[in-house]
T-cell receptor, first 114, second 114 residues
Framework: QKEVEQDPGPLSVPEGAIVSLNCTYS??????FMWYRQYSRKGPELLMY????GNKEDGRFTAQVDKSSKYISLFIRDSQPSDSATYLC??????????????FGTGTQLKVEL | GAGVSQSPRYKVAKRGQDVALRCDPI?????LFWYQQALGQGPEFLTY????????KSGLPSDRFFAERPEGSVSTLKIQRTQQEDSAVYLC????????????FGPGTRLTVL
């Protein structure tokens, strides 16, 4: 079993829909949680970064972390065709040394249709 | 721009050939990471440098993989005697270090081993 589980999709939604993306994890040492967006043939781009449990909002994006359930979510409001990409959750256990190496989910492929 | 750059962007190698992949991190970034991303998967950690010191190489899949960062800036990932299973995108990421956890990714090098 992988440390981080993520439904690979694909997920197809109409423009303007609210999108919910999720990951579960098994390693209790993870403290830092990130969402990356990856367009085809590009490197991952950081969208959201949260520490421990709670919510964080940035424009149309909201990240939620529930450490008690080992479950993280990313919500995208008013989705746009330009949001079509693969969304990767990532997490790490420490800021120091090699501890901040990232453990990624498989990625969820999202398509927002006109 | 001032982002992470990688070269070559695409590399085709015959099985058994040696390859060298280059990463130019963001200027001043202390930490440098290499990840391997297989098709349809999330990136997987290979190795980590803090300045010129390789502090973690636990993710390197075999002794055919070797990475260096001799002057604490540019890094090279070398794969000897390439095998078909080495075909993947190799991503480089850098971060400021010293407690800063945000990793910035390059566009990757897509390696195809025939």
């Amino acid at each position: 079993q992988k440390e981080v589980e993520q439904d690979p999709g694909p997920l197809s939604v109409p423009e303007g829909a609210i999108v919910s993306l999720n990951c579960t994890y098994s390693n209790s040492a993870f403290q830092y949680f990130m969402w990356y967006r990856q367009y085809s043939r590009k490197g991952p781009e950081l969208l959201m970064y949260t520490y421990s449990s709670g919510n964080k909002e940035d424009g149309r994006f909201t990240a939620q972390v529930d450490k008690s359930s080992k479950y993280i979510s990313l919500f995208i409001r008013d989705s746009q065709p330009s949001d079509s990409a693969t969304y990767l959750c990532a997490m790490s256990g420490s800021l120091t040394g090699g501890g901040n190496k990232l453990t990624f989910g498989t990625g969820t492929q999202l398509k927002v249709e006109l | 721009g001032a982002g992470v750059s990688q070269s070559p962007r695409y590399k085709v190698a015959k099985r058994g050939q040696d390859v060298a992949l280059r990463c130019d991190p963001i200027s001043g970034h202390v930490s440098l990471f290499w990840y391997q991303q297989a098709l349809g998967q999330g990136p997987e950690f290979l190795t980590y440098f803090q300045n010129e010191a390789q502090l973690d190489k636990s993710g390197l899949p075999s002794d055919r993989f070797f990475a260096e960062r001799p002057e604490g800036s540019v890094s090279t990932l070398k794969i000897q005697r390439t095998q078909q299973e080495d075909s993947a995108v190799y991503l480089c990421a850098s971060s400021l270090g010293g407690g800063a956890n945000t990793q910035y990714f390059g566009p990757g090098t897509r390696l195809t081993v025939l």
